[in-house]
């Protein structure tokens, strides 16, 4: 991919986050996916982390390695032409120098994007220090700059993992980090596990820039989302976990019924054929 034409899509992907709708991204975990969301019109294509490593039958949480997502981002940046935003954890390494190796290797991987989380140990509710996590979102910036590339930014915060936070804590602690994140050259913040809407409409107001915001809680559905004022909604391991569902309800039915009734509103070889066989 010419650097200019990676360049022009993460300024793409940068104005998709203050248009007049949001920017709503349907995670994808493959390249077949990826040309998925790009054939049903959507505007960009981001990756799921827990999606990717759940179709290589790995758990969430880094045990894929960067090595191992990046091969999938390459695949998917390889077969679609819309910009690419890659959920690269938290950065393979602690410090700004490990998260700035990993930033020149996604946008080698031909991505423009990239999610960059703050959290250490979601179970025990462990985060890098204010200070740290910002040094790390600066550094990826640095880094998509030193190659001319203005690379996208999605500062995510996982204090609403903490588990012996208040939530009113936890609010004030998301809100500054998320500003901080935005300050230190994020250009977009994730406040992950928030899960009712009340919350959301505090925080839209108070971080001073994008939020994203995950889809799928009660209260929390893209139209809903819309209207509260968020500008990125993405879906997660959301789309991997249905897909799945089905598949595990369509293999019990095999097993414990011998039918196919699983086979109806399936896709037909044509079809895939046909969707598949456009060149990028």
């Known amino acids: ?32 996916t990826a040309v998925m969301v790009a054939a049903a019109g959507f505007s960009a294509v981001a990756t799921t982390s827990a999606g990717v490593a759940f ?15 990046l091969r999938a981002v390459d695949a998917v940046a390889a077969r679609v032409a819309l910009p690419v935003t890659a959920d690269m954890e938290a950065g393979y390494g602690d410090s700004p120098e490990d998260v ?14 990239l999610n960059l989380e703050d959290g250490i140990d979601h179970a025990q509710g462990t985060m890098y220090s204010l200070a740290q996590a910002s040094d790390r979102i600066a550094a990826a910036r640095a880094a998509g700059d030193a190659v001319g590339v ?29 500003n901080a994140y935005l300050e230190a050259g994020a ?6 596990a928030v899960r009712d809407p009340e919350t959301v409409k505090k ?7 994008p939020l994203n915001v995950i889809a799928g809680h009660a209260g929390l ?60």
């Open 187 to 192: 250009d977009c913040a994730f406040v992950i």
């Open 1 to 32: 991919m010419a650097e200019d034409t990676q360049a022009q899509k993460a300024e793409a992907l940068r104005k998709l986050h203050h248009g007049d709708r949001p920017l709503i991204l349907p995670n994808a975990w493959d390249a077949g």
């Open 55 to 69: 179709s290589m039958g790995f758990p969430d949480g880094q045990f894929i390695g960067r090595d191992g997502m």
């Open 100 to 113: 700035a190796e990993t930033a020149r290797l996604t946008l080698a991987a031909g991505a423009v994007g």
């Open 203 to 209: 925080l839209v107001p108070a971080v001073h820039g």
């Open 150 to 178: 203005p690379l996208v930014i999605n500062g995510r915060t996982d204090v609403y993992f903490h588990p012996g936070m208040l939530d009113e804590a936890k609010f004030e602690e998301a809100v500054t980090r998320a």
């Open 221 to 280: 559905n893209i139209n809903d989302l819309t209207e509260i004022g968020v500008r990125r909604i993405s879906l997660a391991g959301n789309l991997i976990g249905a897909t799945y569902g089905s598949l595990r309800d369509a293999l019990e039915e095999i097993r414990d019924h011998g039918t196919l009734d699983f086979m109806q509103g399936a896709m037909t070889h044509p079809e895939l054929n046909t969707l598949f066989s456009g060149d990028k």
